[in-house]
Structures are given as structure tokens and as C-alpha cells.
């Protein structure tokens, strides 16, 4: 079984040097021979725990440092190697993430705050180096996996924390597949009838939509010519996404996308009139998220067409946007500072709130809202584009736009008209904010403001005052 698992990687890791391959042997042997004699809750030798977290990061094409430390992530927790024997053998990049994903000595610490140190020190860790949560996603969904073995006192609160924590963490970090394949395990676990009769309902569904699928590829074949549109995609929405949505009442159109891709961006509004040209467009459902950027590494255009008195959302991208889509953050690592990289991904947030938290329950709770939530794009009466998690208010917005100016805001417009300054903004509001000369800023504001920059500009400001 542990040779199988071993070949099997080897196999899956072609795309590496030959001395990367030599490396991840070196890890391999490492790896077992630290885990001898250990075995997991199934029976299985515990060295298939990690090989099979190395198999995951595999299909997208890891890195070598990230193979390397998903093979060694428990050995300092659950072994008596220590730390250093690791940075000796492979470096300090990887003795560093594998330090990220060690647990703490449990002591007497209670089981809440246990795990808020945790997993303040996974995302402090990750934000240096975003690799340390791409392992820990792999390594909770290899535990979703194999959790039938569990009892159910243990499955349901490890499944909603999956749901809450690790899904939207995975979407953070581009890893859909990974993210889709977690939330199915939950909620599977969660209500397992519930599950069954709703995947049945979206392969009915899917099988409607395909057929109008067929026809949006076949005329759109005809028409381009030029070859602008490389390949087209039919892409149902994750089940348990597309169970929250029907639940809250969105129409079934909503679960389903057709993908176009195109070489270059560019070639994304010369597609665009081609399809525009073929079908009928939604009015005032078109929205340029290339020109209007709202995540760093999706560039795309979308749309809504009428195909067969069907409403079918279209999303169209170039091919670097495609490849985003399918290897997430491993996509840019060879590219970009790690350290950027993961700040790209997983924003300011997570030093802010260290910052303003007086301890690790406190910046759980913050860092769920901030990093966690839906976001809203807001615009500046310039049209410049600030992001915010969804249920922020105008106060939250000033402070993301302009500390100082924020701090003698007055009052405010949304969309032309006066409101309050704890008005909830709306995604697409656009917002104008009008000041005094002196400082308007004081305690009573952090009753409102749900952002951790606000929090923190608000209490420097009563400080000083």
C-alpha cells in the first residue's frame, strides 16, 4: 500500500526536474521513516495520510517546497523530530511551513481557544507564505475523506467547521475543485438525504441546460471565424452553492455558467460582440470585471444571454484567467514574491486585526467577518473600486478609501442621496463622502463599523484625542 501510494506520486509528479524528483524521494523516505509503527483512526500506515496530501497538491502542480512540506506537515507535531532536523535536511522555507502547520502543545488550554491559537497561527503563518494553508487545505480534505470512520459526535462539528473555515479559505486561494469536493463531504455528512435528493435534482437540471449548452457551441462555431474563442465550457455551480442559493430563492439560472476562453484579453469584447451578435443579451446584466478589477488573478467579462428562452450567465476570460480557475495560487508561484503573493490573496486583514485583537478568539471572530464574508464592490465618485466584505457601512467604506479623510467625515452620499453614516452599503453603490476641518471620529463609531482597518484608524484617533 505505502509503495503503491509512493509510485502513484512519482507518477503524478512528472512535470518536475529531475532533481526536484530526487528531492521528493529524499522527503518520502524522510516521511516514513519518522511515521514507523504509526497508525491513523482507519488502520492504514499513517505515511498515507501525507502521500495522500501530496497526491492532492500534485494534481495542481505544486511546487516542490509545498510537496516537500505537505510529506513532513505532522512529523514535528506527531513524532519526536524536531524542527531542526528538518531545516537541516531541506532548508528553512520548508522547516517554516511545516512549523505553520504544527499544532500547539494543548496543555490546558480550552478546547475554543485551542483552536482560534491554531488558527491564528496557520493564517499569520500563511500570509508570509500562502503555501502553509494551500497543505492545510489538502490535508483537511484527505481527513473529509476518510472522516466515515469518526463518530458522529466528531463528523458534524468537523463538517460545519469545513464549511465555515476551510471552503471559503479555498476559494481564497483558487483551489474550486478542492473547495467543491469539501463542501459535497460536508454537507453530505451534514444531511445525507438532503444531499442525495438535491444531486439527483442538479443532474436533471443539468441535462436541460446542456442541450442548450449544445446549441450556444454550435452556432458560435459557425460564426467565429476568426478563431477568437479557444474553447468553451459548460460549468454547473458546486452543489452545496447551488443548494444555498435555490434555498435563498435564486432563480435556476443561477447554477449554471457557460465558460468562453480566449487567447488574450483583448480578444475577450471582440468574443463578447461575436456572442452578443448570435444571442440575445439580458439587459443591464453585463459587467467588465477586466476593466473593473475585482480579484487579482480573475479577469473576465460577464453576461447574461437568452438561448432557448433559457437565461444562461456567460463568463468570458482569457487564457490566463482559465488557468486560475483550474490551479489556483499554484499558478503564480514561480511568478510573484511569495510573500505578495499571499498578501494579493488573502489581504491586509489578517495583520490589521492581530494588531487590535486582544486575543485569539477575538481575531477569530474578526478575521470569519473580514476574510470569510461575501464581498461588494463599492465605487468612488471617480469610479475608482474599493472591495469590502459584504454588510459593510459607509463608515467601514471611508476608512478603506481614506483614513484621514474619514476621520472628519460630515455625512455622505450613496448613489446622489444622503444617508446615514451607518448605512449598509449595497455591491455597485457608489459613494461620496463630504468633511468637516476638524476631526469627526469617536468612540460611539466602533458600535458600527464591522472592518478591522476602521476598528483600528477609530481607536487611534479616540486615543489621541
Request: proline residues 3%; contains cysteine.
Amino acid at each position: 500500500m505505502i509503495n503503491q501510494g509512493k509510485e502513484l506520486l512519482r507518477q503524478r509528479c512528472k512535470y518536475l526536474s529531475n532533481m526536484e524528483i530526487l528531492q521528493l524521494e529524499q522527503a518520502m523516505d524522510f516521511a516514513e521513516r519518522a511515521h514507523c509503527g504509526q497508525k491513523r483512526a482507519t488502520g492504514e500506515p499513517y505515511i498515507i495520510h501525507p502521500l495522500e496530501v501530496s497526491l492532492i497538491l500534485a494534481e495542481y502542480k505544486a511546487d516542490i517546497i509545498s510537496l516537500i512540506g505537505a510529506l513532513l506537515h505532522d512529523v514535528v507535531e506527531d513524532t519526536e523530530i524536531p524542527l531542526s532536523d528538518i531545516e537541516q535536511e531541506f532548508g528553512k522555507q520548508v522547516a517554516f511551513i511545516v512549523d505553520g502547520l504544527t499544532k500547539f502543545e494543548k496543555g490546558t488550554i480550552e478546547k475554543e481557544e485551542y483552536g482560534a491559537v491554531n488558527t491564528e497561527k496557520l493564517l499569520s503563518t500563511a500570509i508570509i507564505d500562502i503555501r502553509v494553508a494551500a497543505i492545510k487545505l489538502a490535508d483537511r480534505l484527505h481527513n473529509m475523506r476518510t472522516l466515515a470512520v469518526k463518530k458522529i459526535e466528531k463528523k458534524i462539528p468537523y463538517a460545519n467547521e469545513t464549511l465555515l473555515f476551510f471552503s471559503p479559505l479555498a476559494e481564497k486561494l483558487g483551489l474550486y475543485r478542492l473547495q467543491e469536493e469539501l463542501e459535497d463531504l460536508a454537507f453530505s455528512y451534514l444531511d445525507s438525504t438532503r444531499y442525495k435528493q438535491f444531486k439527483q435534482t442538479m443532474k436533471d437540471l443539468a441535462k436541460d441546460y446542456n442541450t442548450t449548452f449544445q446549441k450556444f457551441i454550435q452556432k458560435d462555431q459557425m460564426c467565429d471565424s476568426n478563431n477568437v474563442i479557444i474553447h468553451v465550457e459548460f460549468r454547473m455551480s458546486p452543489l452545496f452553492k447551488s443548494y444555498n442559493l435555490i434555498s435563498e430563492g435564486s432563480p435556476i439560472s443561477d447554477l449554471f455558467t457557460i465558460h468562453v476562453t480566449t487567447k488574450t484579453a483583448r480578444n475577450c469584447y471582440t468574443a463578447l460582440g461575436i456572442i452578443h451578435s448570435l444571442f440575445e443579451p439580458i439587459p443591464d446584466q453585463f459587467m467588465d470585471e477586466i476593466a473593473i478589477e475585482k480579484h487579482p488573478f480573475l479577469k473576465h467579462l460577464k453576461t447574461k444571454l437568452k438561448i432557448n428562452n433559457q437565461i444562461v450567465h456567460v463568463n468570458i476570460q482569457d487564457e490566463r484567467t482559465n488557468s486560475f480557475y483550474k490551479n489556483g495560487v499554484f499558478d503564480y508561484l514561480q511568478e510573484t514574491n511569495m510573500r505578495y503573493l499571499s498578501e494579493q490573496l488573502l489581504g491586509s486583514s489578517i495583520h490589521t486585526i492581530k494588531s487590535i485583537s486582544n486575543n485569539s478568539i477575538a481575531f477569530c471572530e474578526l478575521i470569519s467577518f473580514e476574510l470569510f464574508q461575501e464581498e461588494i464592490t463599492v465605487f468612488t465618485p471617480t469610479m475608482d473600486v474599493i472591495i469590502l466584505p459584504a454588510n459593510s457601512n459607509i463608515i467601514d467604506y471611508a476608512y478603506a478609501f481614506n483614513p484621514s479623510l474619514a476621520s472628519k467625515m460630515s455625512f455622505a452620499k450613496v448613489n446622489g442621496e444622503v444617508q446615514s453614516l451607518q448605512t449598509i452599503l449595497q455591491d455597485m453603490d457608489i459613494v461620496e463622502i463630504h468633511t468637516k476641518s476638524k476631526i469627526t471620529a469617536n468612540a460611539k463609531w466602533l458600535h458600527h463599523v464591522q472592518t478591522s482597518k476602521a476598528i483600528k484608524e477609530i481607536m487611534e484617533v479616540v486615543e489621541e484625542s
